[in-house]
């Protein structure tokens, strides 16, 4: 778990802004994922990458775009096209698909104001 | 896509006795079916999970067992403590192949444990 950290832990937005989210792991692990957490939600899927150079949209992809340059970075961006970005956002990196374990990273708290 | 339905969503017990958390699923390709426990404001953490090839899992005072005909599965945890209380996850995903990375998961349970 201590393998995949998450920055910054809080951050706040301002309407119309863009902001990133950063995520870096050193287990090695091929797979990397972003899920957003709503109060009383379970975790929703926004993108994964199975690779590098490679990313597939999840459930909820409207208003974010990632990269995966290199294998240990996964950052998100939540863009102004996000209705609603104020969330609970966490990322996540596994060794084969989700049949194997799937570690998160402590999470970021987003807040627009 | 896989649907995954988690009950109840609250649930409170008394220190000693025994929870037990219902999770179905749609997706009757799903194999692999992992359990999270996450505290107030951390990150979720996996306690148990549970591969199509079994029907059921222990691990100390944690159980997990799978009907895979009825598509549900189901978290025990027996003797259950005051630091037993957190928000409880079911998931599902096929595993291997095509939608193996897409794990669903079930929108939670609070568990309360009451000394």
């Known amino acids: 778990d201590g393998g995949i950290t998450q920055s910054p832990k809080y951050l706040f937005r301002k309407e119309g802004q863009n902001v990133t989210l950063s995520c870096e792991q050193n287990l090695n692990h091929d797979a990397m994922y972003w899920y957003r957490q709503d109060p009383g939600q379970g975790l929703r899927l926004i993108y994964y990458s199975q690779i590098v150079n490679d990313f597939q949209k999840g459930d909820i992809a409207e208003g974010y775009s990632v990269s995966r340059e290199k294998k240990e970075s996964f950052p998100l961006t939540v863009t102004s ?33 | 896509g896989e649907n995954v339905e988690q ?16 999770c179905t699923y749609s997706d009757s390709a799903s194999n692999y079916f992992p359990w999270y426990k996450q505290e107030l404001g951390k990150r979720p953490q996996l306690i148990i999970d549970i591969r199509s090839n079994v029907g059921e899992k222990k691990d100390q005072r944690i159980a997990v067992t799978l009907n895979k005909t009825a598509k549900h599965f189901s978290l025990h945890i027996t003797e259950t403590q005051p ?21 669903t998961f079930g ?3 609070k568990l309360s444990v009451i000394p």
Do not use: R
């Not at chain 1, 609970?88 to 627009?112: D, M, R």
């Not at chain 2, 009950?7 to 219902?22: F, N, R, W, Y």
């Open chain 1, 81 to 113: 096209a996000q209705k609603n970005p104020t969330a609970f956002y966490l990322c996540a990196s596994s060794n084969q698909g989700s049949g194997n374990t799937i570690y998160f990273g402590e999470g970021s708290w987003l807040t627009v104001v």
């Open chain 2, 83 to 103: 630091e037993d209380s957190a928000v409880y996850f079911c998931a599902a995903s096929k595993g291997s192949g095509a939608g193996s990375y897409q794990l």
């Open chain 2, 7 to 22: 009950h109840p969503s609250t649930l409170s017990v008394q220190e000693g006795d025994s929870a037990v958390i219902k």
């Open chain 2, 107 to 109: 929108k939670g349970t």
